[in-house]
Structure formats: C-alpha cells, structure tokens
C-alpha cells in the first residue's frame, strides 16, 4: 500500500518534486558521490528473541527467503544493550542515508569487499552523538559488530555500506513479520 502511494506521489509530482517535499519534512536527501552504490530508502525489520537463545535477535523477511536470520558476533549485544533484557521485540528502521530519528550508526572497520561471502563487520555506536547536556546518558560502542552476508538484500552494490544509520526501538507488537519501506 505504501509502495503504491509512493508511485502515485512519485508519477503527480515527479522525482524532483517528491525529494524537495521529503527534504522540507527533514529527511537528509544524499548527493551521492557513487550513486550506484547508495540507494534511498529507510528499510525496517521486525527484531525477536530467538526461540531457542534467548540472548540472540533474529528476524524474518519473506521476500528474500530469510527465517530467523541471526544476528550473531556481536550484534545481538548490541540490540540488547540498547533495548534491555527485558525486552522480547524491537523495531530496526535503517538507511545508509542519515534520517531525523535516527538513533545510532554503524561504521564499517574493514574494506567491505566479498561482503556476498563473508558479510562485514562493523563499530557500533549509540546515541549517534552524545548530548554534552546530559552527563547520564547511556552510550553505548560495540565493535566486531558482524553483518551476515543477508545484508545486501538491504543495500546497493558488491561493496558494504561505509555508514549505516538506524534506530532500534522495543516493540510490542507480537506480529514479528512485517515489513515497512519508507522512502
């Protein structure tokens, strides 16, 4: 339904217009310097508690066949430690372009080639940027965070992205396959 309002909006107001109207509304519209290589959309993932480890997050994405894909080396920590122990799902919205809610960011720590083989790993960071005002705030770095092959479903390109930019919020819907792309 999104995907149909998306290319109604898209057909009336042109690409152009569309992108002057998502930037009005404070979504940071990327110049890319490789454009085949950024692609603009905001992707979102249902994140559970596996069934058999709890400590482990997995997800579900029937459009690319993936049925409790992992989350291994790290990123299960990671998830947890934003969202707590407590929490048993978390909505994922991601994006290699940065977006007003953002609440974290993951940089890549090596090249990224053959990521199709190997995934990638990466240095995960939470808030994005630490409010100097707030001498509390919980900030939280993880490294040797390990993306699995599985996220160039998500991406554009053989290479990893340098920077990816998300946020994870606990959820408590018990639907844990649904999927929302926003552009």
């Known amino acids: 339904m999104l995907g149909q309002a998306l290319h109604l909006m898209m057909k009336e107001f042109g690409r152009a217009g569309y992108l002057l109207e998502r930037q009005k509304a404070g979504y ?9 290589q950024t692609m603009n959309v905001i992707n979102q993932i249902s994140l559970y508690r596996t069934p058999s480890d709890p400590t482990l997050w997995c997800f579900d994405d029937a459009r690319f066949g993936l049925v409790q894909e992992l989350l291994l080396h790290e990123a299960s920590a990671f998830v947890s430690a934003v969202v707590g122990e407590k929490c048993k799902r ?3 919205i991601f994006s290699t372009v940065r977006f007003p809610e953002a609440n974290f960011i ?20 939470y808030p994005i940027e630490q ?20 996220m160039m479903h998500y991406f554009v390109g053989d290479v990893a992205p340098e920077f990816i930019y998300g946020q994870i ?3 408590n819907s018990p639907d844990h396959n649904h999927q929302r792309f926003l552009p």
């Not at 940071?28 to 085949?36: A, F, L, M, R």
């Not at 990224?112 to 990638?120: I, Q, S």
Request: proline share 13%; hydrophobic share 30%; charged share 35%.
């Open 28 to 36: 940071v519209i990327p110049v890319p310097s490789h454009p085949e």
């Open 90 to 92: 978390a909505d994922l």
């Open 106 to 125: 993951f940089k890549r720590t090596w090249p990224g080639e053959r990521v199709r083989e190997g995934g990638c790993e990466y240095l995960a960071r």
């Open 131 to 150: 409010d100097p005002r707030d001498r509390s705030q919980k900030v939280i770095e993880v490294e040797d965070v390990w993306l699995c092959p599985a």
């Open 169 to 171: 919020t606990p959820s």
